[in-house]
């Protein structure tokens, strides 16, 4: 298969292809691709050998802890190398609990909108004896950090809530949550999976003790990423073995990804101030093309949001079935997260939003990339206007309003196989 920018298998030759996934993951770059292959080859020694193989290895891995954490501000000696986000969110979430359950600490605070890596984690600590308070949001996805204030307790062992939203790009008030929290002695750990590289992170600045990024959000490679860990703040390992990543992480290192890893943060850090500005530009375009559609709204905050999210409700049309068509036009998005997506429960986030049922079914996301131009924009905008349109017609919940008088309702487009999301479990599956 044909790996260039924009191929995909099933494309007719003259079809545009328009990437709007990038919340779901990212291209890794060439300059990623070319690190990485010679720690493959050649320099494939591993960073705990004391010949020459190894200091390479170990050079390049100490190179990349660098580079990470000048992306966040931090010391390189505070960032441990995971397998990836959700690795990091469990290490951080679970380590602390541990770590403080021996002074009586059994108490969490999280808010019901974060990523399943840290929803999922929280609920293993409640069948652990762990108590957790599940913070609400206000309609635009923000966090209140008096909400924060009020709920911590003296036996509250971590507060985490995530930086920005991977569905909705609400970015949450971290840094006035970090102080109510540093103020109360309380560790604060937040997820910046979707905001690492994308918006400055200073964690001195903004008052977080823990910090999880992950590489394939940042045009690295999937399956590496890390947890910043503020020196002084416990934590009890989750791995046991060797003496890796200063025994907090035992296992040899992933040093390809590692390499990867820090070759992304490198340039994302770099970059930082232009992308974002030209990802905001494009996303304002888009906002705006879209909610000159009839009946369709943005999910999210319009402005403290993410530079490469948008996400918008068309009311009376299923989010699934304009993807479905989109990907028929060449257009790539999402009706949430990638983990979510294929599975028919309304999102978690849009529900805590206080949207309704048919709303957050109505919800799609598209997220930029580095790789988009602004004739994307124009070219999902040109098609989606009679998608909208057409699904408007065919829907029965629009029924009475927009379909022509005496037209039957079409039969739903069938779905292609295999469209579910591999991740869906018949558990989630409905009954
Ligand atoms: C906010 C957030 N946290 C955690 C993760 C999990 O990261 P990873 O895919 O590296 O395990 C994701 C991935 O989508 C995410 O968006």
């Known amino acids: 298969m044909n790996l260039d920018q924009g191929q995909h298998k099933d494309t007719g030759p003259s079809l545009r292809r328009v990437y709007l996934d990038h919340a779901a993951t990212t291209r890794v770059r060439p300059e990623v691709v070319t690190a990485m292959v010679n720690f493959m080859g050649e320099d494939f020694g591993n960073p705990s050998s004391i010949h020459g193989w190894g200091r390479v290895a170990r050079e390049a891995m100490e190179q990349s802890r660098a580079n990470v954490a000048r992306l966040i501000g931090a010391r390189a000696t505070e960032i441990i190398f995971t397998s990836g986000g959700t690795e990091a969110d469990n290490l951080a979430i679970i380590g602390v609990a541990m770590a403080s359950r021996g002074k009586g600490k059994r108490h969490l605070i999280t808010s019901q909108i974060e990523h ?4 999922h984690t929280c609920e293993y600590l409640e069948e652990h004896g762990f108590e957790v308070t599940y913070l609400p949001v206000d309609a635009d996805g923000l966090v209140d950090p ?11 062992a971590l507060v985490t809530i995530m930086h920005g939203n991977n569905e909705v ?7 006035d949550i970090g102080l109510v929290c540093r103020e109360r002695g309380v560790p604060f750990h937040t997820d910046a999976v979707q905001s690492a590289g994308k918006v400055p992170i200073d964690v001195n600045a903004m008052n977080i003790d823990l910090l999880t ?16 860990l503020r020196r002084g703040t416990r934590l009890e390992p989750l791995q046991h073995g060797g003496s890796h990543e200063r025994k907090m ?8 990804g590692i390499v990867g890893l820090g070759v992304a943060a490198g340039l994302a850090y770099d970059e930082l101030a232009e992308t974002s500005k030209t990802l905001a530009a494009m996303r304002d375009r888009l906002i705006e093309g879209l909610l000159a559609l009839p009946n369709t709204k943005l999910n999210g905050h319009r402005t403290r949001r993410l ?12 989010g699934e079935s304009v993807l479905l068509a989109l990907d028929m036009n060449g257009i790539a998005a999402s009706t949430g997260s990638a983990c979510t997506s294929g599975s028919l429960s309304p999102s978690h986030v849009l529900m805590a939003m ?3 049922h048919q709303d957050a079914q109505g919800s799609i996301r598209m ?6 131009q602004p004739e994307d924009v124009d070219y999902v905008l040109e098609r989606m206007v009679p998608i909208v349109e057409r699904l408007r017609l065919m829907s029965p919940l629009a029924e009475g309003t927009l379909r022509p008088r005496g037209e039957e309702t079409p039969e739903p487009a069938a779905q292609p196989e295999g469209s579910q999301c591999a991740c869906e479990t018949e558990e989630e599956a409905p009954k």
């Open 116 to 119: 399943h890596a840290v929803l």
């Open 146 to 156: 008096q909400d924060v204030a009020a709920a911590i307790r003296p036996d509250t």
């Open 169 to 175: 790009g609400t970015l949450e008030p971290v840094e």
């Open 213 to 228: 990024l992950s590489a394939h959000k940042m045009y690295g490679p999937k399956g590496v990423g890390a947890l910043y």
């Open 249 to 256: 992480r035992a296992g040899t290192e992933n040093v390809p």
């Open 307 to 318: 530079p490469h999210n948008v996400n918008v409700s068309f009311r009376d049309i299923e």
């Open 354 to 356: 206080g949207n309704t």
């Open 367 to 372: 997220t930029l990339g580095r790789d988009n």
